[in-house]
């Protein structure tokens, strides 16, 4: 007999496969579920029955065995979901002056998206700023519902920013960095996205009416993506090579 268990700290249960075995009859791999880390271990009964092999699936190592091997790809795949299905926003700051925090902007943030302190910018209202945005860095910042009407955003830098739901009409980009920012839902109308990069800016039901797109910078399937927005009227579409 041989069998393989995993026990992992998402939840308490567990699961089980059979398969044929051509020196035992059968192969059980029992996926244990409890509150320590996530291991692996693999015990097999056969021509030797003291034979027992145990590893630890971070870092997959000691690990002798083919089967438990392919057990250990399906109950880290198995576990994965659970925790992208439970990931949520962080509960809005509480620190005074929040807001205020997009004028100093994050000082280490940059492109990779890294900050020094999370910047909460959520149901804040910018409009009209012409000044205190212009060239920020504002890297992985929380957007969502913040209002930014016809601010100069021009030269800023918001590299995996989550916008989604925020206002942005008539907001000046030009060029902004704004690499794997999340603009689900945005208002986008009459925004100028001028020589700014968008590479991997996802706009799903953005509206983005009479918004400026010159020689903006965008990835081929980006640009596949961004073309099937509706709201993009002849001469944006035209500009950006839609077909």
């Known amino acids: 007999m041989a069998s393989v268990s995993v026990s992992d700290s998402f939840s308490r249960n567990s699961s089980s496969l059979h398969f044929p075995s051509s020196s035992s009859g059968l192969q059980r791999f029992t996926r244990q579920k409890s509150s ?38 399906w109950a880290v795949n198995a576990a994965s979901p659970a925790i992208a299905a439970n990931q949520r926003l962080p509960p809005l700051s509480t620190e005074p002056n929040r807001c205020e925090r997009a004028f100093v902007g994050n000082t280490i943030g940059q492109a990779n998206g890294v900050y020094d302190k999370p910047i909460d910018l959520r149901f804040c209202d910018y409009s009209n700023d012409k ?6 860095s504002l890297a992985a910042a929380l957007m969502s519902d913040a209002k930014f009407d ?33 603009f689900e839902k945005a208002n986008l109308k009459g925004a100028v996205f001028k020589n700014s990069v968008l590479s991997g800016s996802t706009f799903g039901e953005a509206q983005l009416e009479d918004a400026v797109f010159e020689d903006t910078i965008i990835g081929y399937i980006d640009l596949q993506k961004l073309c099937t927005n509706a709201t993009i009227n002849d001469e944006g579409r035209a500009v950006l090579g839609c077909r």
């Open 150 to 182: 016809g601010a100069d955003m021009s030269e800023v830098v918001m590299s995996k920013a989550y916008a989604v739901g925020a206002s942005f009409k008539g907001v000046d980009f030009s060029n902004a960095v704004l690499d794997r920012v999340n």
């Open 36 to 73: 320590s880390q996530l291991r692996i271990r693999c015990s097999g009964t056969g021509i030797d029955d003291r034979s027992t092999i145990q590893g630890s699936l971070f870092p997959f190592q000691n690990l002798k065995n083919v089967a438990c091997s392919l057990f250990a790809v």
């Open 131 to 136: 000044s205190n945005l212009k060239g920020k």
